[in-house]
């Protein structure tokens, strides 16, 4: 069965300081890893995804994404955090060998980011 | 584009009562979904369609059903609202390829009485 664990509810940060929101996963085979983030009131918009080659994966509004297969991990990054990227962060993941709607999403993170 | 548009945003519902849940999308994906979102439970899928004419149920698929008769439509009907069902519904599309991202719509906050 797949799985993926998004171990902070919450996560603080001051504008301009780095951020990091974490995420394992769990799969049988070989996954595809996503990040969608998810705006007050809104539904949820595609930041990055994983699918093989290149563990640092580059998306949208500067977030970018690392794969480490060992760890089983997809931790979601910036280098300057913005107080515009504070919403609700979802990691998903589905094993390869599977069809779309087999995708399974975390819990997500609250990402606040103080002025 | 629109993308995918969900109607309405907002519906009360006693105990009991039917609806639909109205979602569309006009980028020509195969691949439709509904998605129940609970605090603390993330996403869960309800329903899905790879295809007009074909549906199949999701995680949790009871208490509601769906039809896909166009590519662009993929409504979300409750027989009998309860409420356990009191949610924010969304509905997202994916183009055929297996590699792509969804798109979701703005959802439809649900409250049952």
């Known amino acids: 069965a797949q799985s993926v664990a998004q171990p902070e509810d919450q996560v603080n940060v001051a504008e301009g300081n780095p951020l990091t929101v974490k995420c394992t996963y769990s799969v049988s085979g070989n996954p595809y890893l996503f990040w969608y983030v998810q705006y007050p009131n809104r539904g949820l918009q595609f930041l990055l995804k994983y699918i093989t080659g290149d563990n640092l994966v580059k998306g949208s509004y500067g977030f970018e994404a690392e794969f480490n297969k060992s760890q089983t991990s997809f931790h979601l990054k910036k280098p300057s955090a913005l107080v515009s990227d504070s919403a609700l962060y979802f990691c998903?993941?589905?094993?390869?060998?599977?069809?779309?709607?087999?995708?399974?999403f975390g819990t997500g993170t609250r990402l606040l980011v103080s002025p | 584009n629109a993308g995918v548009t969900q109607t309405p945003k907002f519906q009360v519902l006693k105990t009991g009562q039917s609806m639909t849940l109205q979602c569309a999308q006009d980028?020509?994906?195969?691949?439709m979904s509904w998605y129940r979102q609970d605090p603390g439970m993330g996403l869960r899928l309800i329903h899905y369609?790879?295809?007009?004419?074909?549906?199949d149920q999701g995680e949790v698929p009871n208490g509601y059903n769906v039809s896909r008769s166009t590519t662009e439509d993929f409504p979300l009907r409750l027989l009998s609202a309860a409420p356990s069902q009191t949610s924010v519904y969304f509905c997202a599309s994916q183009g055929g390829r297996a590699l792509g991202e969804q798109y979701f719509g703005p959802g439809t906050r649900l409250t049952v009485t």
């Open positions: 998903a993941v589905r094993d390869r060998n599977t069809g779309f709607q087999k995708l399974v």
């Open positions: 369609s790879v295809g007009a004419g074909i549906t």
């Open positions: 980028m020509n994906h195969e691949y």
